[in-house]
């Protein structure tokens, strides 16, 4: 049987000219970029051009950019490199942020709050947009950060990010956005966001995993989180892993390109579910969202019989985010829209990227429909099974 992939949100394949450069820079280049001799200096030389290239695709200046080890890490950079500050500095810190973040930036807050800070967390509406009126609303004297997601993983809905960061800046707060989902898939460009800070990943868009990038405008001051050597202007410890941030930086500057066509076949998959099968509804905001993702509620039918079932048929997709699957309890994106729990634990999420092509969406429409019909049967009759039974009957 033949496999196809639809999730894309959780990790994307590193693209073939990623790849190639991944190896060439690995194979050729052995040196440590800090290091004063001829294969340090090539090592520094490679990181160097990385940084450029990453600059100049999200319209930054190079000396704005700390590598990392994936958005996670930025994440955890931007949020406790500012709060600590403030705490350190001040004695009180005051981040906001929304219901629907990344557990990287959700769980970052609550240590956070563990370490003396306060954090306001903000609803959303039923598309999942934050509201600026709301930031506005939340801001106080004290209020160090404001951080609120370019896209959301699971659903895929853009935040009015530009304005959201103005309305930050005018309360005197800093705005830093997590664009893990978004930068390497459309183009994203720093300076016209307004944002201060900004997580970038690898392994969303054709880069490999364990490496990311934050972007940090000119002028702001963090706390390092990691201590060690005076790497990345003391900003981030740790030995450059110049191969990544070159990888990291290739698959960025082609990315827009390669996903470009995912909004068509993404369309293609919505309109194919909606004809043919009933009682489902589409989660997210219907016009600002990533090309890529189609998040659907499929009434009556469990999220993770779904994902077995179309599994069992050659077809990989996600309930809730990666992060999540496997616990029983559904999203809390999903439940942060105003779902309920039962149409919350009955979402899918479908996310495509640069390898699809439409005969695999119009498969995965006729496996959709056969699931479908077969789970609707099934589980009246099999009431207290668990989904994987369901999924096998
Ligand atoms: C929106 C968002 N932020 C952060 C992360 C974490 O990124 P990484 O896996 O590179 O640590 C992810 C990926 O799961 C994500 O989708």
Known sequence: MSHYYFDHNATSPVAPEVLQCLLETMAEVPGNASSIHYYGQAAKRKLEGARRILAESIHCDPRELVF???????????????????????????VITSAIEHPAVLNACTQLEREGAQVTVLPVDRNGRVEPVDVRNALRPDTCL????????????????????KTAREGGALFHTDAVQTVGRIPVDAKALGVDLMSIGGHKCGGPKGVGALYIRKGVELDPVLFGGHHERDRRAGTENFPGAMALATAIAGGPDRWQHTAELRDRLERGILTRVPGIRLNGDPTNRIPNTANIAFEGIGGEAMVISLDLRGYAVSSGSACSSGAVEPSHVLLALGLDRDAARSSVRFSLGPGNTAEQVDGLIEAVVASVAHLRRVSPIME??????????
């Open 68 to 94: 990392t080890s994936g958005g996670t890490e930025s994440d955890n950079l931007a949020i406790f490199g500012i709060a600590r500050k403030a705490l350190r500095e001040k004695g009180r810190a005051h």
């Open 384 to 393: 207290n099974r668990t989904e994987l039974e369901l999924a096998h009957a």
């Open 146 to 165: 404001v951080t609120i997601h370019h896209a959301n993983n699971e659903i895929g809905t853009v935040e009015p990010v530009a304005k959201l960061a």
